[in-house]
């Protein structure tokens, strides 16, 4: 397995437009997480799944921003109408739940500018 | 008051001097983790700690769960040890609260 990976790597879209990216975890992981980064800033938790399931939303997701993963294996998150402020670094990572196993493995992230 | 703090939050050094890298965090946990990220944004678990001790050849890791701190340090530093070095800690569902990252700059 090659890790996990993320497309696009980099997106520019201007303001108000629809985005969409993918992550495919690690094929045996049963969790996925989204995170945000912001320039300069360490990254911030969005949501994450357990298989198909997503157990938790921060409240940075607004109602703008949707996260699937519907076969419980690669995951998508939207952003609609996007923003200048939705500009970051959306990283994925995975990991298999299990007692005592808590390492992630990150993709290497999609840049979104809004322009 | 972030959960995550680090310090400093940013670092020079010259090439072999010992950095350490410090991380206290308020709330409780499963795991602390370190990570580093290049530029480019790509991040590299470094350690995983819960408890005591870990080295993996020029960095060290310590934990003090009583004190709720820990240290990244690393010996005999090299201008490829350059990057932005991240303390996040995992509880429930082991979602992962970052601090803000420590910019390392290791000069020739």
């Known amino acids: 397995d090659t890790g996990v990976s993320q497309d696009p790597r980099h997106k520019i879209t201007k303001r108000g437009q629809n985005v969409t990216f993918r992550c495919d975890p690690i094929s045996e992981h049963n969790r996925l997480y989204w995170y945000r980064q912001t320039l300069g800033q360490g990254p911030e938790f969005l949501t994450y799944?357990?298989?198909?399931?997503?157990?938790?939303k921060s409240r940075l997701l607004s109602d703008r921003f949707s996260a699937e993963r519907p076969k419980g294996s690669f995951s998508t998150l939207e952003i609609q109408r996007t923003e200048q402020g939705d500009s970051a670094m959306y990283l994925c990572a995975s990991s298999l739940a299990a007692r005592g196993r808590f390492e992630q493995y990150f993709g290497p992230g999609t840049r979104l500018t809004v322009t | 008051k972030n959960e995550v703090e680090q310090s400093p939050q940013n670092l020079t050094a010259q090439e072999g001097e010992f950095i350490t890298i410090n991380c206290s965090y308020s709330v409780g946990i499963s795991a602390l983790h370190w990570l580093q990220q290049h530029p480019g944004g790509g991040i590299v678990s470094l350690f995983m700690l819960s408890s005591g001790k870990k080295k993996h050849g020029r960095l060290i890791a310590t934990i003090n769960i009583q004190e709720k701190h820990s240290s990244l340090h690393i010996t005999a530093s090299h201008p490829r040890d350059s990057a932005v070095y991240i303390c996040?800690?995992?509880?429930?569902?082991?979602?992962?609260?970052f601090g803000g990252g420590t910019r390392v700059l290791v000069k020739p």
């Open positions: 996040a800690v995992g509880a429930a569902g082991n979602k992962l609260t």
């Open positions: 799944f357990q298989n198909e399931a997503q157990l938790e």
